[in-house]
């Protein structure tokens, strides 16, 4: 199947027809054969913000593969894609819609749309064309414009649109509600006129943009597209038990977020606790450079003049006129006041009751059914959790995912502060991350005996180090 879509999408801007197919600048270019897919293979979500996502598939000969982009993303879009086409294809051209407001560009073009024009309005922009009319019988001319006219219409006068037509047989008027159809003879506006309804069309939908991708080459070849976006953070919750019997138990699930517009099937999932610094460049808005306006000097011929007084004046009285016209001087006083507050306090004492012994629980056993799904590997200075197998999470879905499932090591402690709670210590615990893992910040639950002990939180933490946590009191 034959598309031109990415040609016509990115020249349409251009006021004129649409060049042939084999002409113009893409001329040496032939039409893509097909119009490939390209299925997402890999996401690898990022601790500040931003997801790295590869797309790959195969395409034979000369193909077309057309992504859609949400206007938002474009801009990392543009700073970030890696095309690729492997076995000695090339990448021919990316092109994408402009970002022009859609106002400029339907101004770009012989009849103007902008401002929902009526039919009066349009036939009055193409002055001097030659149309076809029915009224009901067909009659070819050129218009000379509309105007608008005041007619009695029973009691009162209304005011009605007339389309003035030069015609073989001399001028004629046609009231527009007698013109049933309009047809224009000259075939070049009247493509300016489908093209600016096209590009009308586009702007409907804002929120997104396609981009088509362009691959030359023989044979079927594996292509890929690689690049970044604004993705929200994947965060971590822990559940840390604790008993008399046992060593302690972690376990750690993340939790990510498809808020893309496409569905997750079986892409492999990296979770990367490293911040790469990442911004935001505005690549898809077009610049345009403020420039001096220059005006070309003008030499004006030089007017009469007109001399108001005489060469010998009295100059006593012109130094008593100036004397009058100088103005008078004034003082002015001021003073200040000022004022004073005060301030009260208050204070409050709490109580507190009695605590009754519960029946012994039994002992919670995190290891039974629930393992790690992934492994974890040091990138370069960065961490990253590898998921087993293949993930599938449908857009606007979001998934826990178990990442952490070790024993460590660490004791209870009893954590006194002042400064938090002046009366009594805080139940503690000092964790030591003995696993091999780097433990993202987040939430932790205990579980003491079998029971909810409280919460705690972490921030960071290296496999060797260790901190205090306090869960309850």
Do not use: C
């Amino acid at each position: 199947m034959k598309k031109r879509f990415a040609f016509v999408f990115g020249l349409a801007s251009l006021a004129g027809p649409l060049p042939a197919p084999g002409s113009g600048p893409f001329a040496a270019h032939a039409e893509p054969q097909e119009s490939a897919s390209l299925p997402l293979s890999e996401v690898t979500l990022y601790s500040s913000g931003v997801g790295y996502f590869e797309r790959a598939g195969q395409v034979e000969g000369q193909a077309e593969v057309d992504l859609r982009f949400k206007v938002d993303n474009i801009n990392d879009l543009l700073k970030s894609m890696v095309v690729q086409d492997f076995d000695g294809g090339t990448v021919s051209t990316v092109t994408y819609g402009s970002r022009d407001p859609l106002t400029k560009t339907l101004k770009s073009f012989g009849i103007d749309l902008t401002a929902n024009p009526t039919r009066g309005d349009l036939l009055n922009q193409i002055r001097g064309e030659r149309i076809e009319i029915a009224t009901p019988k067909p009659i070819t001319g050129v218009i000379l414009g509309v105007e608008k006219k005041k007619e009695p219409v029973k009691v009162q006068v209304v005011e009605i649109e007339a389309l003035n037509v030069l015609t073989d047989d001399g001028l004629r008027s046609f009231p527009m509600s007698q013109v049933q159809r309009v047809k224009l003879l000259n075939d070049d506006l009247n493509a300016e006129l489908r093209q600016a309804l096209a590009v009308l069309a586009t702007g409907h939908d804002t929120q997104k943009k396609t981009v088509a991708i362009r691959f030359d080459g023989e044979g079927k070849r594996k292509v890929s597209v690689a690049y970044i976006m604004e993705t929200p953070i994947w965060k971590t919750s822990y559940r840390l038990v604790l008993g008399d019997d046992a060593k302690p138990f972690l376990q750690g699930w993340a939790i990510v977020e498809n808020t893309t517009d496409d569905d997750w099937a079986n892409v492999r999932l990296g979770l990367v606790s490293g911040r790469p610094i990442s911004f935001v460049m505005d690549m898809y808005q077009p610049l345009y450079v403020p420039r001096p306006v220059v005006v070309p000097e003008l030499y004006a011929s030089l007017r009469p003049q007109v001399y108001g007084e005489a060469m010998d004046g009295d100059k006593a009285a012109k130094q008593e006129k100036a004397a009058a016209r100088e103005p008078s001087r004034a003082r002015a006083a001021g003073g200040g006041l000022g004022g004073g507050g005060a301030g009260l306090g208050g204070g409050l004492e709490g109580v507190m009751g009695r605590a009754v012994s519960p029946a012994p629980r039994q002992q919670l056993s995190l290891q039974e059914g629930v393992s790690s799904a992934a492994d974890a590997i040091a990138i370069g200075e960065l961490f990253q959790y590898v998921i087993h197998a293949p993930l599938t999470l449908e857009r606007q879905k979001s998934a826990m995912l178990p990442i952490v499932s070790e024993e460590v090591e660490g004791d209870k402690v009893s954590i006194y502060n002042p400064a938090v709670q002046p009366k009594y210590a805080l139940n503690g615990f000092r964790l030591k991350n003995s696993t091999s893992l780097h433990l993202m910040q987040g939430p932790i639950t205990v579980f003491d005996a079998g029971s909810y002990a409280g919460d705690a939180r972490i921030e960071d933490l290296a496999p060797g180090q260790d901190r205090l946590l306090s869960y309850a009191m």
